[in-house]
T-cell receptor, first 118, second 111 residues
Framework: GAVVSQHPSWVICKSGTSVKIECRSL??????MFWYRQFPKQSLMLMAT?????????EQGVEKDKFLINHASLTLSTLTVTSAHPEDSSFYIC??????????????FGPGTRLTVL | AQRVTQPEKLLSVFKGAPVELKCNYS??????LFWYVQYSRQRLQLLLR??SRESIKGFTADLNKGETSFHLKKPFAQEEDSAMYYC?????????????FGTGTLLAVQP
């Protein structure tokens, strides 16, 4: 149990376009999801905390208008990279925190999405 | 501010040798500490947490509040232990309890 999926697993886009990444908790509900960014050979950097039904909380230095987050249901959060540029190329990882039972307060990670902006 | 430090980027040991992956943290309150592992081409997964005081796959970690450390140890390394290991801290309780990760240590177990 407790599986988190991300779609797509990789995407290549042209500079200036927008890209949407989906994060789903497949078999549990998550009122809170987290979006991370990972550069090659570096750690996970928390970008924002996504709360179901409310606005996301962004970490310092992360542009909220650049990285739009929507958490419309207890199993889905989306990250949209608007007007993407080559410097946005990275590995984006989402994590969902369970709300009950065995998943309570534990974070489960998705497989990540590799974004390449040309 | 909370911070997690993993001083070693790479730790290479031979099979059967003891392993210690270092982790130090800075946080003024009562933290929750975790070790996550990422095997090659797999997603990040929880290995163990300090509050459980458990041993997973032969690994243990003890929270030392005096030294603000949470080192991960295993007496006899196996080749299948080769992976990226991340130490993480979470503030105890509250709605803003997000995970802060260290920079990670790549463990390479040689045959």
């Amino acid at each position: 149990g407790a599986v988190v999926s991300q779609h797509p697993s990789w995407v290549i886009c042209k500079s200036g376009t927008s890209v949407k990444i989906e994060c789903r908790s497949l078999d549990f509900q998550a009122t809170t999801m987290f979006w991370y960014r990972q550069f090659p050979k570096q750690s996970l950097m928390l970008m924002a905390t996504s709360n179901e039904g409310s606005k996301a909380t962004y970490e310092q230095g992360v542009e909220k208008d650049k990285f739009l987050i929507n958490h419309a249901s207890l199993t889905l959060s989306t990250l949209t990279v608007t007007s993407a540029h080559p410097e946005d190329s990275s590995f984006y990882i989402c994590s969902a925190r369970g709300t009950s039972g065995d998943t309570y307060n534990e974070q489960f990670f998705g497989p990540g999405t590799r974004l390449t902006v040309l | 501010a909370q911070r997690v430090t993993q001083p070693e980027k790479l730790l290479s040991v031979f099979k059967g040798a003891p392993v210690e992956l270092k982790c130090n943290y800075s946080y003024s309150g009562s933290p929750e500490l975790f070790w996550y592992v990422q095997y090659s081409r797999q997603r990040l997964q929880l290995l163990l947490r300090h509050i459980s005081r458990e041993s997973i796959k032969g690994f243990t970690a003890d929270l030392n509040k005096g030294e603000t450390s949470f080192h991960l140890k295993k007496p006899f390394a196996q080749e299948e232990d080769s992976a990226m290991y991340y130490c993480a801290l979470r503030r105890g309780g509250g709605a803003t309890n997000k995970l802060i990760f260290g920079t990670g240590t790549l463990l390479a177990v040689q045959p």
